[in-house]
């Protein structure tokens, strides 16, 4: 069985517009702040089996930022929320499959 490289970020910024995460393959991508703490897939956030949940939009608010980051292993990215959530991580893999550039999106359909 071979193993499949992951592309790792080389810089990650939490910038006032989004969060840019250079990756080591030259691509960048830049997400919201919201739209990612949306993705969020903790327990706390979509449950555990066997009751799982649906995280509540609408009880995230529209100014919530990334106000700090750390990576986890050579494999995700976890984000301390202004929400005071920090239990998400964030996989490379998943990173960038919800890359939003147009790109990616196009890649997506």
Known sequence: MSEQHVVEPVNVQILAEGIAVQWEDGHRSVYSHRELRLQCRCAECIGEWPNPKQLNAERIGLDVVAVEYQTIGRYAL???????HYTGIYPYTVLRELCPCPTCESKSK
């Open 78 to 84: 976890q984000f301390l929320w202004s929400d005071v």
